[in-house]
């Protein structure tokens, strides 16, 4: 029996689009903390509303049981080869170019204690980044694709998931959130946003991705909290 078709995937675009509406407002709304979380927000409610008009939800995030096992040890080691390029790049490169690396003592995950940080708000920031950004953001974005992109592959990845790949880490590296906050450093998200878009790609396995993510947080954390002790 053929799989019906997905439904309002359109909805991804929602968040995609405050985004991008963020960066025009004047630098003073930029400040405003709820500015800065509407398009996760409006994405976490995009997401209810496209869950309720898609029986097979699960499968499309990433989440059915039979995809849970896939890939978890790719998740752990990205996370922790990245966790660690990430640290060095911080505290290493960044200054030496110049960069300003001071503000992050100032940062929300910086002033949280270090075992309310590790493991468990490491893992909740991680699975609700990755339920929005990878699970539906870029899954949503792929399924649209498919339907007015050609069916070609570049590098052995569909045409439609190269292009979802790179419009779901434009909106994660750019996310308000993350830029007001982690400023000049927000750029290392880019390779982050690609190589986890690339991991749930390969496994469609959002537990994956979600070890990862929490992974890498967590030696960074770890590292730049050491470095500033």
């Not at 053929?2 to 004047?26: D, K, M, N, Q």
């Amino acid at each position: 029996m053929t799989a019906s078709p997905e439904r309002a995937s359109w909805l991804a675009l929602i968040p995609f689009c405050l985004t991008g509406l963020f960066y025009l407002l004047p630098a003073w709304h930029q400040r405003n903390l709820f500015l800065q979380l509407l398009p996760q927000l409006a994405g976490y409610g995009a997401l209810t509303v496209w869950w309720k008009c898609n029986p097979h939800a699960l499968t499309g995030l990433g989440l059915s049981r039979g995809r849970l096992n896939r890939g978890l040890l790719w998740g752990l080691c990205t996370g922790c080869v990245l966790g660690v390029v990430n640290t060095t790049v911080i505290l290493r490169v960044v200054p030496a170019m110049g960069g300003e690396i001071t503000f992050l003592l100032g940062t929300p995950h910086a002033n949280v204690p270090t075992l309310v940080m590790i493991p468990w708000l490491s893992i909740v920031i991680a699975a609700g980044v990755e339920l929005h950004f990878r699970g539906f953001l870029l899954g949503r974005l792929e399924s649209g694709c498919r339907h007015w992109m050609p069916e070609l592959c570049v590098a052995g990845l569909p045409l439609c998931s190269l292009a979802a790949m790179l419009l779901s880490t434009l909106a994660f590296a750019w996310d308000p959130f993350m830029v007001m906050t982690f400023r000049h450093l927000h750029w290392i998200a880019v390779w982050d946003g690609l190589l986890w878009a690339a991991l749930f790609l390969r496994w469609r396995n959002l537990l994956a991705v979600l070890v990862a993510h929490a992974t890498e947080v967590m030696i960074l954390y770890l590292g730049v909290k050491a470095a500033f002790t």
